[in-house]
């Protein structure tokens, strides 16, 4: 069996995802324009954290779910006076190992932020996906393709308290009607 980790891990990590229904982009500012230091929203995921991740095996498949297990570390830091930060990501279990990085860029102009994955597997980038928090929730939408069809990636950001946090990704392929999770991260903030 080939796992499609370059996709799943890539399009979104996108971590990582909860709300039914797409935003628009004039949603997406109002989101974080909501947040009284946006270009901050990031700052309390800086640091070590230990990550159990499941991986659907097959998203969007329509065959019957098989979910791989990983565990492993995430460590984020900032960049540029907080305004960009960068998360690595190693994770590891019986299927493989999963070794990545995702950038994130805080777009003043446009109140949002942008993350951007690549699998150190291919060295490539994926497309962006675009967003910001609110209510401690961070959601972010973006395209891009499973195969040779065009697919929607959510991507969602839940802070579960200020040592834990879950990221869920999921993908559409009817244009945002319904979302297939395909992505579960939990991680645990490590205390030094």
Known sequence: MTVPYKRILTVGLSALLLIATAVSPAASVASVASVPDAQRAFDWEIGTWRSSVRVLAEPLSGSAD??????????????????????????????????????????PQAQRWSLTFVNMRDGLLTPAVFGGFRDGVGEFHGDDRLGDRPIKVRFLIVRQGPDVARFEQAFSADGGTTWETNWVAVDHRVRR
Not at 66 to 81: A, E, H, I, K, N
Not at 82 to 91: I, M, P, Q, S, T
């Open 66 to 107: 098989q979910w791989l297990q990983f565990d492993g570390t995430s460590t984020v830091r900032p960049l540029m006076d907080r305004r960009a930060n960068v998360l690595e990501f190693a994770v590891s279990g019986p299927n493989g190992r999963i070794d990545a990085l995702n950038l994130r860029l805080y777009e």
